[in-house]
């Protein structure tokens, strides 16, 4: 042993964390820890207020020495240990000097290791609870309810959805910072309300839940509460459910007060209880949790009045859940004051609410153990909830029935408190009760194989007779041509036979096709056994020699026709019609074919950036922005100076917030091309995201004079063309003072001025200049004067300083209604003219690439603009955004100011036509349709105007009508859509060539149409050709087509001609 030297030795105690803490008065009690050793008290820690998470952080050092030659030995280091009592600080009271401690618990740390060769070490220890401290654990048997409470509800006015997904809250008051209320990476995502398990998730309660939840008022939590379910605890609540299946989910109304200055605030059970008004309950179905693997649930559930009586007989609950918290929510409402008088609810056990809607709208959710809510979900009750309430136990509660409140909420579980079986272990066990057997091992032969294996031999040697025949004549054949006489043939063939002979060649194809016919005699006819007379076995020889020779004529038909199918002509589609089938594609919402139809295009000619631009707004509009991006930098690198490309990769940059590559992108196109309105334009709505107000006013500034110059210019060269004049067109009539400094007036929809003299440069600039100077202060507080255009569309209001991608969910909802998208692409045949202000040039780019999200923005400062404001084309951009959304009523309401605006505007009625067709109103559709095509000029997109038309006059058995429509679009823009329209139409009227025709067309550009298929399947019945008429119904069937009436259709005639369908 060595020896120990006589000086002391410091031993040092750290106490650095404590865990699960609880103190007598309240959850987050002031404490503080004394360190004690061989009865000395080593030191006290600082005072250290507990969190509410039970947890306190004490960093206390202590210490003492040990001498072997007195005070503290290495004996007593081995046989004591280190006392840690923990002492709560209780609040003093009025008059009190001295403060009062009560001791919560002790900790016992051994030191025996300092012994054993460590210098020092780690120990996590347990706290000892002294009797009747809050740390004592309940004694077994002893349950307790944890109600749970959601306060400080917002109210929302009605007009307005709330965005999903959106953050969820912490249930915590007084946190200072606005956004540490957010509980990270936990989010409210909704869903539809067929999913639901709740009592509103029928199809007729879908409008009202609709209206509920963004038209009128309600009251939003967006909290989630959780709680900690150990082992007893899971184990009650599955017999609490059990029990009962209709847990009670309370909600009532506490005014808001304030406690008077220098008294106490005490009130009596009668103040609390009178309190409490708008008492109601909720029953919510708490067995789906114990279906196996069920881990959440989540519904809407309708609000009651709160009455003792039928409490008790759905809940077993003998008395409210207030009875013990009103208390605490009249004083907590009081101290700490709300800002209106909003109702608080309360959740019995382990509940917690999501949503209140009709006027209440709540989130949450439950878990044992580490809770972490996504989502949401609730399951109906089985029994109606027949509740007649007497208005004169419960007149407040009663305005819930009349009004149809009812709460969203979602209680979710860690885990199921049902375990479910895993796939792979069921299938374990029943390997375990039936072992399987080794496949049987498949043939390959059969009488169809081996007749396929006789063709295929057959044509092998028939290649190589040929190959035969052409080396030893070809040059002959050559020279002689079609000069060839018979006698020349015949010795030919006697040459030919002699080599094959001599050459051994003759054997070689013998022995190869014996094979083959040896499979035809076992598996055709069967025959494996010896021929019992001579007889039979040459009788048997001529029947196999004549169906040999029939089946080798077969083959050689089927070989022959390969060698001249080069010179069957193809049908040829070019990149504009596969662009227009895509486009067809997306308008009925089959993103899948459009897909094939946009890669074949790039297939072809991948060089062409154009085509992947097109890819590229296609993939914006299925919301794939990953690839978009991709498709517009691959465009920009085959041409770095294409100003489109640079435009929409900057465009994406952005949507990805990517904002320094989209000011590089953007500010590149306005170097490449100065002149270019649409690249100042979204510069300056970049600028204006980043809050750079100068730099936004200088690229506004830009645009506004480059589109003046351009105005100015068109003026120049039609006054050049055809000499001054006054231009009208649509009813609007344009001279020289209705050029403003943002371009054409608002009121005129003329395409050209009155052509004078134009002025010199100076004033136009000095216009500008001054409009520019008021133009500037309404953008710098355009906060305020964004705010009105609510009474517009509430999708226009936001903020110019918020990003352009908080608009993006909504493109979930739009990128599914893309029928009514048909609009979007303005056709060379369209109206075009020119646009009155920079804002509406961008719209038109934007709406054109399917770049929604900047739309709303963009109609802001349309409204802004003097020359600006709402016109005829702004409303029309409005309704096409609801209809993308099928926000019916809305785009009808602005398709009426736009039709008010511009009765004679194509565009409205082909709009309106849309609108009504999609809605279902096919009457009025009609009318709008044939409007449209009636007037001189055509609307911007007539292909699916001509389509829909000629689809109503189909369904109104008017087929000489929609047969001279869909001829018109076959002229126009023929697609397989269009020539199916027409041999539709055709056949109606019993014109059986030409409705073959048509549809052979159609279904030369696409063979993939079940309906194409139908009709000539049911056009080869009429004709009574049978072989067309299967092989028609086959394809009809194999594409499913879905058409239930023409598919019965088809069966009908078959069964009228007796023949179509090869099944039966």
């Known amino acids: 042993m060595e020896q120990v030297s006589s000086t002391g030795r410091p031993v040092q105690i750290t106490v650095t964390d404590g865990y699960d803490l609880k103190g007598f008065k309240g959850d987050t009690p002031v404490t503080f820890i ?98 009747g401290s809050p740390l004592e654990p309940l004694r077994s048997g002893v349950k307790k309810d944890y109600p749970i409470l959601f306060k400080n509800g917002t109210l929302k006015l009605g007009g307005e959805r ?34 639901e398990e709740g009592e509103l998730n029928r199809p007729e309660d879908k409008e009202f839940r609709n209206q509920a939840e963004s038209i009128k008022k309600r009251i939003i939590w967006d909290l989630e509460s959780r709680c900690y379910l150990d082992p007893p605890a899971v ?26 200055k220098g008294k106490a605030a005490k009130f009596d059970k009668a103040d609390d209880e009178g309190q409490l008004s ?195 004549f070809g040059k002959q054949v050559a020279k002689l041509g079609n000069n060839m006489d018979s006698e020349t043939v015949e010795e030919q063939k006697c040459l030919l036979s002699y080599e094959l002979n001599c050459s051994g060649k003759y054997f070689a194809f013998k022995e190869q096709l014996k094979h083959a016919v040896v499979k035809i005699v076992r598996e055709k ?10 007889e039979e076995l040459q009788t048997f020889i001529s029947e196999l020699y004549v169906f040999l020779v029939d089946q080798m004529h077969v083959a050689l038909n089927q070989t022959m026709p390969d060698d001249i199918q080069g010179a069957v002509s193809t049908i040829y589609t070019s990149s504009e019609q596969l662009r227009l089938f895509a486009f067809e594609a997306e308008v009925n ?10 890669e074949e295009r790039l297939v072809r000619e991948p060089q062409n950036l154009e085509h992947w631009l097109d890819y590229g707004a296609f993939c914006l509009l299925t919301e794939d922005n990953i690839k978009a991006q991709e498709c517009f930098r691959k465009a920009l690198s085959l041409n770095q100076n294409h100003i489109q490309s640079l435009l929409l990769c900057g465009v994406l940059a952005v949507l990805m917030e990517k904002y320094e590559q989209a000011e590089i992108f953007f500010e590149d196109a306005t170097c490449l091309e100065p002149t270019n309105v649409v690249a100042w334009t979204l510069l300056g709505l970049y600028y204006e995201i980043q809050n750079n107000d100068i730099r936004m006013e200088m690229a506004f500034h830009e645009g506004f004079k480059q589109l003046q110059a351009r105005t100015l210019q068109a003026q120049v060269i039609k006054q050049r063309s055809t000499g001054p004049f006054e231009y009208i067109e649509e009813g609007g009539k344009v001279d020289e003072h209705s050029l403003g400094p943002w371009g054409i007036t608002n009121g005129s929809s003329a395409t050209a001025m009155k052509a004078e003299t134009p002025a010199g440069p100076g004033a136009p600039t000095s216009i500008l200049d001054d409009f520019l100077e008021e133009s500037s202060k309404l953008l710098s507080d355009s906060q305020e004067h964004i705010l009105p255009t609510q009474s517009q569309d509430p999708t226009v209001s936001q903020k110019p300083s918020n990003i352009l991608l908080k608009e993006i969910p909504v493109k979930k909802e739009t990128s599914k209604c893309q029928d009514s998208s048909t609009f979007l692409h303005p056709s060379p045949h369209g109206v075009s003219q020119t646009p009155a202000t920079i804002f509406m040039e961008t719209i038109r780019f934007l709406m054109k690439v399917n770049a929604v999200q900047y739309v709303h923005r963009v109609l802001a400062h349309e409204l802004l603009c003097p020359q600006g404001g709402p016109s005829c084309e702004y409303y029309l951009v409005l309704a096409q955004t609801h209809l993308l959304k099928k926000d019916f009523a809305k785009a009808e309401e602005y398709l009426q100011h736009a039709a008010q605006m511009d009765y004679l505007n194509p565009n409205v009625w082909g709009v309106k036509g849309h609108l009504y067709f999609l809605s279902g109103n096919h009457a009025e559709a009609k009318a709008c349709y044939e409007r449209t095509i009636s007037f001189v000029v055509d609307a911007s997109e007539m292909h699916f ?61 696409n063979n993939y149409n079940a309906e194409v298929w139908a009709y000539l399947a049911l056009v080869s019945l009429k004709a009574g050709r049978q072989v067309e008429a299967e092989q028609a119904y086959k394809y009809t069937m194999k594409l499913k087509l879905k058409d239930k009436a023409l598919l019965a259709e088809i069966h009908t005639v078959q069964e009228a001609v007796g023949f179509g369908n090869p099944s039966f």
């Open 945 to 1005: 105007i001509f389509l829909r038309l000629g689809h109503i006059y189909l369904e109104e058995k008017e087929y000489e009508k929609a047969k001279k429509t869909y001829m018109q679009a076959c002229k126009r823009s023929p697609s397989c859509l269009t020539w199916l329209g027409l041999g539709i139409a055709c056949y109606r009227l019993e014109e059986l060539t030409e409705a073959e025709d048509a549809l052979s067309e159609a279904n030369a550009l």
């Open 525 to 534: 006819y069967l025959k494996t056994t010896p021929f019992e007379s001579q």
């Open 235 to 260: 184990v009650s609540l599955q017999k609490r459910i059990a029990d009962c299946r209709f847990w009670p989910v309370e909600i009532t109304r506490v005014p808001l007060t304030t406690a008077p």
């Open 162 to 195: 709330e965005p999903v997904p959106r953050p969820k809250k912490w249930p915590i008051a007084n946190i200072l910072a606005p956004g540490a209320n957010y509980i990270p990476d936990s989010f409210i995502v909704g869903g539809p309300y067929e999913e």
């Open 589 to 598: 919402e089959n993103f899948e074919m459009a897909a094939v139809y946009y």
């Open 278 to 472: 708008f008492h109601g309950v909720a029953y919510v179905n708490m067995v789906p949790l114990l279906y196996p693997g069920v881990k959440r649930i989540r519904g809407a559930f309708h609000v009651y009045p709160y009455l003792d009586s039928t409490v008790y007989e759905k809940t077993k609950c003998l008395f409210s859940l207030f009875r013990d918290t009103g208390h605490l929510l009249t004083q907590n409402n009081k101290i700490g004051g709300f800002n209106s008088p909003l109702s608080k609810p309360i959740v019995s056990k382990n509940l917690k609410e999501e949503k209140t809607v009709k006027e209440k709208e709540l989130e949450g959710r439950l878990r044992p153990g580490d809770l972490q809510a996504p989502s949401i979900k609730s399951q109906s009750s089985d029994t109606p909830l027949e509740v007649e309430p007497s208005p004169s136990h419960n007149p407040e509660g009663q305005q819930y029935i009349e009004a149809g409140t009812y709460i969203v909420l979602e209680i979710q579980l860690d885990r199921a408190l049902v375990p479910k079986r895993m796939p792979e272990e069921l299938a374990k066990r029943v390997k375990e009760m039936i072992p399987p057997r080794p496949p049987l091992t498949r043939r390959t032969g059969g009488a169809q194989k081996a007749m396929s294996d006789y063709h295929m031999q057959i044509k092998n040697i028939s290649r190589a007779i040929l190959d035969e025949y052409h080396r030893m």
């Open 34 to 131: 004394r360190a004690e050793f061989n009865q000395v008290i080593l030191g006290d820690s600082a005072k250290v207020t507990v969190s509410p998470e039970g947890t306190a952080k004490y960093n206390f050092t202590s210490s003492f020495e040990y001498s072997p030659e007195g005070g503290i030995t290495l004996d007593d280091l081995a046989h004591k240990p280190v006392f840690l009592t923990m002492t709560e600080v209780l609040p003093k009271e009025k008059k009190q000097k001295d403060e009062k401690t009560l001791i919560l618990g002790q900790a016992v740390v051994d030191l025996l290791p300092l012994l054993e060769g460590e210098s020092s070490f780690e120990t996590m220890v347990p706290l000892h609870p002294v009797p």
